[in-house]
């Protein structure tokens, strides 16, 4: 496998360079990171009086009521640490602790985007912290140890790629661009020709999940905004999705660009060519 940003298994001699990476690639977790370790504290110190409050009285409809309600929250903040606990010791060791997909599942459908909610109410950056949260996911994705056919991986482009002023209508079809260069649709069109991997250009999060519903992709390299990401994982969940950034030099949903690199090195890593 290629050496990658945080890839904590590369066997490549690749010295300073990688050291570099893999130390931005925990600057970018940390965040999360801290967030999680916050709000299971939170919730266990919530839980807590949430039993001790009422179970002054449960004891007078029942003896033996605030000893089963203890438990019923006990289990409650033992699912929800351990869901935390996983998450914080996968992204950790780069190695997938998730023995139930199931646990997996409800740390990214709903933990994590309850955990950037709750961030959001401490009044912390939204963008660093969705930022911070694809970067962990792409990291959950990576500890899976994925290889893909091509004919199975697909590369999921935002239509705001695409220059705004070009007459040509990629969606539904992106051979029709003609590769002149003014955006980055031509290369990548070119660079999914040359792995076999399906391209599609989507306007939109409805567009985006009945082209996954189509195609059936075993794995999705996708390209958006942090919040476009944020919400793609989360739908198209359990389907492994590898997010990358656009770029936006000339504002939100404009002209944004994408660095063909990261899409490169992504296929390099989980795709495996027939
Ligand atoms: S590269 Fe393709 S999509 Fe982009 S402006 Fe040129 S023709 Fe249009």
């Not at 001699?13 to 600057?27: D, F, I, P, R, V």
């Not at 969705?130 to 996911?137: A, E, K």
């Amino acid at each position: 496998m290629a050496g990658k940003v945080g890839d904590k298994t590369c066997n490549k001699a690749c010295g300073e360079t990688c050291a570099k990476a893999s130390e931005k690639a925990s600057s970018q977790q940390r965040p999360f990171l801290i967030l999680l370790t916050l709000v299971g504290g939170l919730f266990a110190a919530g839980a807590f009086v949430i039993w001790w409050l009422p179970s002054v009285g449960l004891s007078a409809i029942h003896p033996r009521l605030p000893y089963w309600f203890g438990l019923a929250m006990l289990a409650l903040v033992t699912v929800v640490i351990s869901g935390l606990g996983l998450l914080a010791l996968t992204l950790v060791s780069g190695r997938d602790l998730f023995i139930f997909p199931r646990l997996r599942g409800l740390v990214i459908k709903y933990l994590m985007p309850a955990v950037i909610a709750i961030g959001t109410v401490m009044r912390l950056d939204r963008d660093t912290l969705q930022r911070s949260f694809i970067h962990l996911n792409n990291q959950l994705v990576h500890s899976r140890n994925l290889r893909v056919p091509a004919a199975k991986a697909m590369i999921l482009l935002p239509h705001c790629l695409q220059m705004a002023d070009c007459a040509i209508k990629v969606t539904g079809d992106v051979e029709k661009c003609v590769r002149c260069g003014r955006c980055d649709i031509g290369d990548l069109a070119e660079l999914a020709r040359q792995r076999n991997v399906t391209l599609a250009v989507a306007t939109g999060g409805t567009l985006a999940r009945k082209l996954l519903m189509e195609i059936r992709p075993r794995l999705v390299v996708a390209v958006a905004c942090e919040r476009d990401l944020t919400s793609g994982i989360r739908d198209a969940y359990p389907l492994p999705v590898i997010g990358v950034f656009n770029s936006r030099p000339e504002g939100p949903c404009f002209n944004t660009r994408i660095d063909l690199e990261a899409v490169r090195q992504a296929l390099d890593a989980y795709v495996v060519s027939e």
